[in-house]
């Protein structure tokens, strides 16, 4: 069992946080991660056959998480799920806390194939080939998506009226 | 276009993602689980040779897919529709005459206590381990006006002698005034040893126009399930013992959920054994029994009479012939989509194997 030690030690805070950020529960981000983990430790001589861990791990947390979205949340009353939304609205009024919290209630309303991407670009840090062998699309579908994130999450109300965030949050491109 | 900056989204996404506090334990859950697993016999749905890469999984696919395209299509070419009689063993019928069909794996005839039995360990069930054959039948019987309901009380006498009993009988009238039957059927049930006798004497009890039997060996089956059923105790048993240590309420969930899962299938296979044991036990033999019909006089037909009944009675037979294509049509529409669906799924399966 010791790989499987080095495995979590090395992996887990960040595919919880991530899974967290995907389905907004801590909850379900632990149960979807543990199920990656208890999965991908039962097929790891498909690792061999990977270039690199960490995308790899990714593919199957992600994997996880759309199990989760498709087989239980929507099953669920949604009172179950308000736990995230509830904490989002605090008395915080720090505006680096505000826009956290204005980016999660952004990220929560983007289409799940959207938040993905943007969770594993902009919070694992993978590369657009990474997040391509993650999620088993083409690095253009990957470079795709995350445009139409990005523009979506600029479009939101939460960050276009800018009176919580900070008014450079959203960038003009040509 | 309209973008979000990208640093202000990362950083804003780290700080979101710290409200998630990360713990300890979940980990110490998650080793002990892959620890009970690793220990615990795999039941796999794919064999390993699925997952390889490359030319043996090709192989594999290929070999599947012409055995499940030969299974539908030999079928279909000889003509035949997978009735439960056809799917037996030697079943063999005969219209218009007397058919017999031999039972090369039923026991011997005259035993009639059933076979030693033992206990199986864990299951609470009382099953034998000797052959388990499973046989049923259907025997058309016609008897003489009036003679419905004494046949029927002939073919329960039967029964009984054997130690049998009487699973259902259904009589029909088709004319009330004269009080009697006109045809019935009954369902027999007697030990499984003693059914190849039953069939023949039930054959004497009137003019038998159609005898079919079949016998179905489970003893695979049966042993499969007592060894299934032995596993997943173990399992069990190794997760209550997980339960007992496990602290964080994802944890607890999680145990709880698949020890529910592994009762689940105990008391499905729990359930499928005591079918079995209940079939072997007893052969089920349906006897349909109708009246001697009277026999009028044709009328010579001629001329164009003739033509015109001749005409209809062709019209009926092409109907018939395309009501009768129509079934196997359907069904091999019917194992195309199947097929197509489980290739679907396969691929599916692998892909999600690989990871």
Known sequence: MTDLAAWLDEGYPQSVRTAYLILGNRLDAEDAVQEAFLRAWKFRDALAKESSFKPWLYRVVVNACNSKLREEIPHRDR????????????????????????????????????????????????????????????????KSRLNEARRRLALHPALRDGSRSQPSAVEETG | MTLIDEEVLRDALRDAATECEVSDLAKATILEIADVEEAAPRRRFVPDAVREPGRARTLLAVAAVLVLVTAIAVPLLRGESPSPANRSATPTTVHGGVAFTVTPSAPSEGALAPSPEKALSGTGLAVSTSQKIESTGTVDLTVARGRVESTFTKLTALATQLRGLVSSTEANSHNRSSGS????????????????????????????????????????????????????DASLAQYLKIMTRATTISGILAVQNQINTIQTEIEQDQGQLKVLANETTYASLTVNVTEAEQHHASTKRSGFGAAWHDSLNGFVAGFEWLVRLAGPAFFGLLMLGALYEIVKYGRRAIRRRRI
């Open chain 1, 79 to 142: 009172r179950d799920n308000a736990e995230g939304l509830e904490r989002l609205v605090t008395d915080d009024t720090s505006s680096r806390v505000a826009l956290s919290h204005d980016v999660r209630r952004a990220l929560g309303d983007l289409p799940v194939h959207l938040r993905v991407v943007i969770v594993l670009r902009y919070y694992a840090d993978l590369s657009e080939r990474e997040i391509a062998v993650a999620i088993s699309r083409k690095p253009g579908t990957v």
């Open chain 2, 181 to 232: 039957f006109a045809s019935g059927t009954i369902v027999l049930q007697v030990p499984e040893p003693s059914f190849a006798r039953f069939v023949a004497e039930v054959e004497h009890v009137g003019r038998a126009t159609s005898v079919i039997t079949s016998s179905n060996d489970v003893t695979g089956q049966y042993v499969d399930l007592q060894a299934r059923i032995a596993a997943l």
